[in-house]
């Protein structure tokens, strides 16, 4: 093993490796990580530099986190460094091989790519779903009111945990736009089996795993991530099938057509071409359709949750934004997707949040498909890559005062986050880009404006903004530790 482990890091070009902290043999760098890796990632730059190079077990793995090195990686190595490097525990029941998310940059990958570019990135089609949208924010305010009326009944002050309904949301979102239709009917009803198993699954996908940091213990699964994630992807991979297998009963018995969502254009791509390494088979399908939601759900879900945290601290910001609302839409009428171009303080409070929060603080992590120069480097094949996001989004070079949440920042500035600007990427950017961004963007917006349009927020009685937790904790996006619990008070 350890000859194999200084084979691995022999380097075959005459370029040097990346610098990087020496790291331990078989180990390597992995008790360098800390608790939250990219924020010690963040404090190795001031002595490594941009890029650095660590060994995490046997997996050689390249840190990228300067705005200049994000934009040569996405400018000039966006292919070479295409293909993804996949958890061990989402090779359970060949997921990864269906999967966009965390397969290789095959052709299946880009077709599947394709139609979601047009389903959830053409603004015309978002549009045609804009109604869909705003019952689940409607749904949302709704249960805010009901859980806060329970609360007050039974002697409580009104207070409510904001992420719960948040995560309902999106899900339902998610579903609608893909599915055209509900798809938790039953609600807040937190017993419902398949979003059970939905969270707990996405618990498991969060957990370090030892067998990613040496793959030759990938067959004996040692803290049994591998198995517990198969358990749960089972049962939801069979309530996806499930409404594969309706929609295309639908679809042979000529009641469908009318729906022509993502799911349709799914199955029209596999109806067309059945033969072939890329075709889009059923089970393929299936995957697709529930990585949607392991794609949309929770990313949309922490954002907004950051948001709202970030101006419970920051009340002079959420009255701004409430003035803007009242002054634009008024107290008569809710405020709708189509008011948002024209509330640009809002627009520029998003921004900031998305700035200091990114969901997947360093991306997905790519993998090089060859041996590459990259900034006078030589990065091997196989190498993974982390762009760190968040610690890009906090560089003093290009961000003054950056750990200050200041919307006023992007006011005069045209400094956007759709990937080409590359001091601000929290949908990633090139080819493996966020395909959830206008989406993922519109539902953070619409549902911070209905929010603040419909209530008031403060802190449960003694707590005092500047003292708020925000820890930040590692799952399969960057969430809060401590979940933001606020009252509501219905706007007059
Ligand atoms: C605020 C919400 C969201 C944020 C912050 C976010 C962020 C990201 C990021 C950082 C990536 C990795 C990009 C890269 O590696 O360059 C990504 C990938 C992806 N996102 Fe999102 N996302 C959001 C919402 C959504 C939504 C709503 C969907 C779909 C319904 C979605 C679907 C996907 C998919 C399928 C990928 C994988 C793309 C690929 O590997 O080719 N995301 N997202």
Redo the contacts with the bound molecule.
């Keep these: 093993l350890f000859i194999n482990f200084l084979s691995k890091l022999k380097n075959k070009s005459s370029k040097p490796l990346p610098p990087g902290p020496p790291g331990w043999p078989l180990v390597g760098n992995i008790f360098d990580l800390g608790e939250i890796p990219h924020q010690t990632f963040y404090k190795l730059q001031a002595q490594y530099g941009p890029v650095i190079m660590l060994k995490l077990g046997s997996i050689n793995t390249m840190v990228v986190q300067s705005a200049e090195a994000a934009s040569e990686l996405f400018k000039k190595c966006d292919l070479p460094f295409a293909d ?1 490097k996949a958890p061990d525990s989402l090779t359970a029941l060949g997921y990864n091989q269906g999967s ?2 965390i397969g290789v940059y095959s052709g299946y ?1 880009r077709k599947v ?1 394709r139609i ?1 570019t047009t389903e ?1 990135l053409v603004n015309k089609r978002v549009n045609a779903s804009i109604p869909l949208r705003q019952k689940c924010i409607d749904d949302m305010i709704g249960w805010i009111k009901k859980d806060v009326a329970k609360s007050k009944e039974n002697g409580g002050s009104g207070e409510i945990q904001l992420d719960w309904f948040l995560f309902v949301t999106s899900f339902n979102t ?1 579903g609608n736009l893909m599915l055209s239709r509900e798809v938790m009917d039953a609600k807040l009803d937190k017993a419902s089996d398949i979003f059970d198993a939905f969270v707990v699954f996405l618990e498991w996908v969060g957990k370090p795993n030892v067998a990613d940091f040496f793959p030759f213990l990938k067959w004996m699964d040692p803290q049994g991530i591998k198995r517990n994630t198969a358990t749960y992807l089972e049962r939801l991979l069979g309530f996806a099938s499930e409404i594969v297998k309706e929609r295309i009963e639908e679809r042979e018995l000529g009641k469908e057509k009318k729906t022509n969502d993502f799911l349709d254009a799914l199955l029209d791509e596999g109806e067309v071409n059945e033969k072939g390494v890329d075709k889009l088979s059923l089970k393929n399908i299936t995957i697709v359709l529930l ?2 939601f392991f ?2 759900t929770e ?2 879900s922490t ?1 907004i949750e950051w948001g709202m945290t970030q101006l419970v601290r920051h009340p002079n910001t959420m009255k701004k934004i409430q003035d803007e609302i009242d002054r634009v839409v008024g107290r008569t009428r809710k405020v709708e997707e189509n008011d948002l171009s024209n509330l640009p303080y809002l627009q520029a409070t998003v921004k900031e949040i998305l700035r200091l929060h ?3 603080q360093m ?2 992590p790519r993998n090089s498909i060859e041996d590459t120069e990259f900034m006078g480097y030589f990065v091997p094949k196989n190498t993974q890559i982390f762009v760190n996001a968040w610690a890009i989004h906090r560089d003093p070079v290009v961000w003054p005062d950056p750990l200050s949440f200041k919307p006023e920042r992007f006011l005069d500035s045209d400094i956007d986050f759709k990937g080409q600007h590359f001091d601000m990427i ?5 080819r ?5 961004l206008t ?3 519109r539902m ?1 917006c619409l549902s911070i404006a209905s929010l603040l349009q419909t209530f008031d927020w403060k802190l449960p009685d003694g707590a005092k903004p500047e003292d708020m937790d925000m820890r930040e904790m590692l799952g399969l996006t960057l969430r809060k530790k401590v979940p933001l619990k606020v009252i509501p008070i219905l706007r007059e």
Excluded: K, Q, W
Excluded at 426 to 430: D, I, N, R, T, Y
């Design positions: 993804r966009v998310a990958c790519r979601g959830f998610v990585e949607m794609g949309g990313t949309t954002t990114p969901a997947i991306l997905l929290p949908f990633g950017s090139g493996r880009s966020c395909l959830g989406l993922g963007h953070v």
